[in-house]
C-alpha cells in the first residue's frame, strides 16, 4: 500500500496493466463510502491529478455534514411528529412491527440541554407501547444504522401530565435516536417450555412494568395492549404446556397478568371483560383472593349486589382482616337493604294495598263526613221538636186535607 501511494505521489502515468490494481486499492480505501460516492470511472491516468481528484471526493464527514443541514420531514403532516436523518442507516433495512430492535436515544425538552431520559442498548418490541409514541412511530420509518432526530408534541409524548419532575406537562420533546439492529420477532410457539417459561418471564416482569406504568398514567388502552403481549407466552386456558413443574410456573405468571388486564378492564367500565378475565383467573386459582374481591366488586358495580354479597364474603373466608373487602361488603349490604324496601313496596302496590299515608288521609276525609251528616240530622230534630211543642209544624196542614 506504501508503495502504491509512492506510485500516486510521483508524477508518471499508470499503464494499463495496473487499472485494475489502482481500482482495487481505491476500492479498499473508500469501502466504507457508499457507491455512488466515489467510482473507478473517475481515476486519472495521470498520477498526480489522479490523487488530487481522490483527496477532492466526499468523505464520510463530509456526508455527515451534508446530512445535517438537512431540514425536518413532517412525518403525520401536522407538525407534531418531525424527524431529520443526521446519519443514514442500510437502505431498505427497516424494522417491522413486532422485530426485537436495540436503539440508543436520548431525549430532551424542547430547546433544551437538559436530558431527562438516556438509554443505551435498549431492547423493546416495536409497536408494543414500550417507549413513547413519537419514538416508536418514527423508529418503523428508520433504517438500521441510522440516527434520527426527532421533534415531538406533547401528544405523542407524554401528555397533559408530563413526566414528574422532569418534563412538565403538554411539553414538546427533542429526540436523538439510533436504530442499531434489529431481529424477527420471537413467536412463543416455536419455543421449549423452558424457552417460553425464561423469556416470557423476563418479557412479562419488563411489559408489566410499563403497563403499570401506563395504567398509573390512565392510558389504559396503553397498558391493556402491554398485558395482552406478554400473555401469549404463557398460553390460554385449557393449554397444557410442559412437565407439571413448568406448567404450574406458566399458570402462575398467566394468573397475574390476568388480574393485572382485569383491573385495567375495571378502570374503563369494561365490566363484561373484567368478569370474563377474572373468571379465567379463578379457573386457575379458585381461592385467589384479589380476583375473588375484584369479582364481587364487578357484581356490585353491574347491580348484581346479591351475587357481590356472596363473592366478598367468600374473600373475608380467606382474610377476615381485608379492610377494603369490608367496606366494599358494607356498602352491598346498604344497598340491599334499600332493594329489600323497594321491593316490598311494589308488591304492595301491585296486590293493591295503600301505604300507611294513602290510609291515613281516607280515614281523616271518611271521618269529616260521618261529623258533617251527623250534625245535619242533629240539627234537623231540633228544628222538627221545636215546631211541634208550639203547633207550628209545618207538615200538620196537610192532616186537613
Not at 119 to 143: F, H, P, R, W
Not at 185 to 190: K, M, T
Amino acid at each position: 500500500m506504501e508503495g502504491m501511494e509512492s506510485n500516486l505521489g510521483q508524477n508518471i502515468n499508470i499503464s494499463p496493466n495496473m487499472t485494475s490494481k489502482v481500482s482495487d486499492f481505491i476500492n479498499a480505501e473508500q469501502g466504507s463510502l457508499p457507491e455512488s460516492l466515489i467510482s473507478t470511472s473517475d481515476i486519472l491516468l495521470d498520477g498526480e491529478q489522479n490523487k488530487k481528484a481522490l483527496l477532492s471526493q466526499p468523505t464520510n464527514e463530509d456526508k455527515f455534514e451534508e446530512l445535517k443541514e438537512q431540514t425536518y420531514q413532517d412525518i403525520l403532516g401536522s407538525g407534531d411528529l418531525m424527524k431529520k436523518i443526521i446519519y443514514p442507516g442500510n437502505v431498505d433495512e427497516r424494522p417491522m412491527k413486532g422485530e426485537q430492535i436495540v436503539i440508543n436515544l436520548v431525549g430532551r425538552l424542547e430547546n433544551s440541554d437538559d436530558i431527562f431520559e438516556k438509554k443505551e442498548n435498549y431492547e423493546i418490541t416495536l409497536g408494543d407501547c414500550e417507549v413513547i409514541q413519537g419514538v416508536d412511530l418514527a423508529l418503523s420509518l428508520m433504517n438500521v444504522g441510522e440516527i434520527a432526530e426527532l421533534k415531538i408534541a406533547s401528544r405523542f409524548g407524554y401528555g397533559e401530565k408530563g413526566l414528574s419532575p422532569k418534563v412538565p406537562g403538554r411539553a414538546r420533546l427533542d429526540y436523538t435516536v439510533q436504530l442499531l439492529s434489529a431481529k424477527p420477532e420471537i413467536l412463543p410457539d416455536d419455543l421449549t417450555p423452558i424457552e417460553r417459561l425464561n423469556i416470557g418471564f423476563k418479557t412479562r416482569l419488563k411489559k408489566k412494568d410499563k403497563g403499570n406504568w401506563w395504567y398509573a398514567r390512565n392510558e389504559n388502552t396503553m397498558a391493556l395492549h402491554v398485558y395482552r403481549k406478554a400473555l401469549q407466552y404463557f398460553g390460554g386456558p385449557g393449554d397444557k404446556i410442559g412437565s407439571d413443574s413448568e406448567q404450574n410456573d406458566i399458570l402462575c405468571e398467566r394468573v397475574k397478568t390476568l388480574n393485572n388486564m382485569a383491573a385495567v378492564h375495571m378502570s374503563m367500565n369494561s365490566l363484561d371483560l373484567a368478569l370474563s378475565t377474572l373468571d379465567n383467573v379463578l379457573a386457575v386459582e379458585p381461592h385467589n383472593e384479589k380476583a375473588i374481591m375484584r369479582k364481587g366488586k364487578v357484581l356490585a358495580l353491574k347491580g348484581q349486589n346479591v351475587a357481590a354479597a356472596r363473592e366478598l364474603e367468600k374473600a373475608l373466608q380467606i382474610n377476615p382482616n381485608n379492610k377494603t373487602v369490608q367496606n366494599i361488603l358494607s356498602n352491598v349490604k346498604s344497598a340491599l337493604a334499600k332493594e329489600r324496601v323497594q321491593e316490598r313496596e311494589l308488591y304492595k302496590k301491585m296486590l293493591g294495598h295503600k301505604d300507611d299515608n294513602q290510609k291515613s288521609a281516607k280515614d281523616e276525609k271518611n271521618t269529616s263526613t260521618t261529623f258533617i251528616i251527623s250534625g245535619l240530622v242533629a240539627g234537623l230534630a231540633v228544628i222538627c221538636g221545636y215546631c211541634y211543642l208550639n203547633n207550628n209544624f209545618p207538615f200538620s196542614k196537610f192532616s186537613t186535607l
